[in-house]
């Protein structure tokens, strides 16, 4: 290619289209690639720009969608020296060499093309593929958002079995697939326009004719057109995907409180239970305490009469030291919940 830059004596500035090849579009290159042109002295216009499109392809019977460049330079001279034209791809065989080739094919020696004939060329082979790319991922998106709005999200099988597609509506998919979409319809946007202006700059010097400018005019403002209709598009499912992700955040958030609820609910009903053995234990344990203490001395297992069962005439000890005792013991208890109860509602400083 180096040598190719040479013989020809091309800008470098064509070099980073050259050098942006070899891999897939990156994001940091998403607003790179709008037509330049430059004017040489012998009168000639050299044209250059690379914009990314979407490419379908097949897996497992569905269509999937992945995205390619394409690079072109243009050399037209003005003064009939000839004219050259560059069409760098990411792939051998593609469908843009399939359709120059039948243009070469059918072409005749005595018709002279237009100068911008291969350029709408270019443009008609690959930005028809965004229409099919964005009703794809519009789908894609709509699909989710309808799982996302049936799901019970209190079921985390259910939750984990569709959460490829949910993901689609979290904020980080704005940044990782939409945004880039806008910058590369942008960037290809600069170039229909800067054509436009080349067109009208043709049609001044009397490089091109009316019917020539009125054919190009006419392309340029379609494809404007369709442009920003898809960049309307891509702010839409944009403003969708952001519409169910803070839907589902809201949907998270309430799923999470209801459980916090239950969890509440659940300790209230535990620490019931605990008070209700609390207040059986305080008065059980001082009576069993008062048992053990004086128990020796209350009952009489051998009687006198003929050794029945008999009972202390001081049996009335018990009760006289159990009653006391258990009030004592509550009342201790009752004291000292309501003091922690007075000094967790008092407010802290500070708050």
Known sequence: MQKLIDAYNIDDSFF????????????????????TVREGEDGSFDMQYRFTYPESYKVRGSTKFTKRQISVFHRYSVSGAGTLWIFLNARPNSEL??????????????????????????????????????????????????????????????????????????????????????????????????????NEQFLSKNIATDTQHRK???????????????????????????????????ALTLNSQTRMLQLADASVEDNANVFVVTIVSLFYLPASFVA??????????DGPDDGDFATSKKFWIFFAATVPLTCLTVGFWYILTGRRERARKQPKPGS
């Not at 980073?16 to 037509?35: E, L, Q």
């Not at 980080?172 to 979409?181: A, I, N």
């Not at 128990?295 to 297992?301: A, K, V």
């Open 16 to 35: 980073d289209h050259v050098v942006s090849f070899g891999d897939k579009p990156r994001t940091s290159d998403a607003g790179h690639g709008g037509m």
């Open 97 to 198: 060499q399939s359709r120059l080739e039948k243009v070469l094919t059918i072409s005749r020696e005595d018709v002279t093309p237009d100068w911008f004939s291969l350029h709408l060329l270019v443009f008609a082979t690959y930005l028809g593929n965004w229409r099919g790319s964005l009703q794809h991922l519009g789908e894609t998106i709509e699909e989710a958002a309808d799982i996302a709005l049936t799901m019970d999200l209190s079921e985390l099988k259910i939750v984990s079995e569709n959460e490829s597609l949910v993901r689609l509506l979290h904020p980080q998919y704005l940044g990782s697939t939409l945004k880039p979409l806008s910058s590369e319809l942008e960037t290809t946007l600069i170039t229909i326009r800067k054509l436009a202006v080349v």
């Open 216 to 250: 190009l005019a006419n392309a340029t403002a379609y494809y404007t057109s369709t442009l920003e209709g898809h960049l309307k598009s891509v702010d839409a499912l944009g403003q969708r995907v952001q519409d169910f992700s803070s839907f589902l955040a809201t």
């Open 292 to 301: 053990t203490f004086l128990g020796m001395n209350l009952f009489d297992f």
